[in-house]
């Protein structure tokens, strides 16, 4: 598939972008000609998201990486203020990092329950807070990663959708508090899209229960979507074709939840 050029020129940073939908971010926006820093604990994958990301780079697109915690502070502070400095600034920032895990919520350890909030929710404050003079400056646009458990039940994944409903209050707080400087905030809410984190989830669901509980349609059997088709919704929000779109969270689940 042939992209266009709507990154050309613009610098990005991508958080989770060495699997899942962070890579297919990447590798969406390299495609359009975005330079794009993609950050990850994952060396592995960042590797592979390089790899992939010179087949993918289209308008002169080019992909960078970053091995690092978008939950430590000091590493958030040094990653927006070195890639600022070595591109002249930054347009965009797209907050995917995240993990789900699954259990019963009296088997959940406080431990547990602050390591999912500290990662979902805590890395996402932290790099907005870093990247939000930046995108002042550039009239830039911020996309984070909610997610339909924000905002139906799921079972089982209680940190998770604790995670996810907060970030989705704080999409919708920063939209309007930069609303007046110029900068977009809005975020994609995924259902069920197929990649290692969901597959690992449901894998430590109870005995007997599986993530079809929650995902089917009356029309049929749920089909998990592809990380490329919630890549393509960061695509529209992060561009000029999301221009008049803020504090919006667009579904993304194949129409379950409809």
């Known amino acids: 598939m042939t992209h266009g050029s709507r990154f050309e020129g613009k610098r990005i940073i991508v958080t989770g972008g060495g699997s899942g939908i962070g890579q297919a971010v990447v590798l969406r926006l390299v495609a359009e000609g975005g330079v794009v820093l993609a950050v990850d604990v994952n060396g592995a994958g960042l590797d592979e998201t390089l790899r992939l ?81 930046h995108l002042e400056a550039s009239g830039g646009s911020i996309v984070n990663a909610a997610s339909t458990s924000a905002f139906f039940g799921h079972p089982y994944m209680s940190a998770y959708s604790a995670s996810k409903g907060a970030i989705a209050a704080l999409t919708y707080a920063l939209s309007w508090e930069y609303a007046k400087r110029g900068v977009r905030v809005n975020a994609v809410a995924p259902g069920g899209i197929g990649t290692a984190m969901t597959a690992s989830a449901a894998a430590n669901f109870p005995e007997g229960v599986d993530m079809s509980l929650f995902m089917h349609l009356a029309r049929g059997d749920y089909q998990f979507g592809q990380p490329e088709q919630v890549a393509g919704v960061v695509a529209m929000l992060a561009s000029a074709d999301g221009a008049f779109m803020s504090g919006e969270i667009v579904r993304i689940d194949g129409g379950v939840h409809a």
């Open 53 to 133: 990301a010179q087949v993918a780079a289209g308008h002169g697109g080019r992909a960078l990486a970053l091995s690092a915690s978008v939950a430590d502070e000091v590493a958030v502070k040094a990653m927006v203020a070195n890639f600022v400095a070595a591109e002249g600034g930054l347009d965009t920032l797209v907050n995917m990092a995240g993990i789900l895990r699954s259990s019963h919520t009296t088997e959940t350890s406080l431990e547990a329950f602050n390591e999912i909030l500290a990662i979902n929710l805590g890395s996402t404050f932290l790099c907005c807070r870093e990247a939000l003079p």
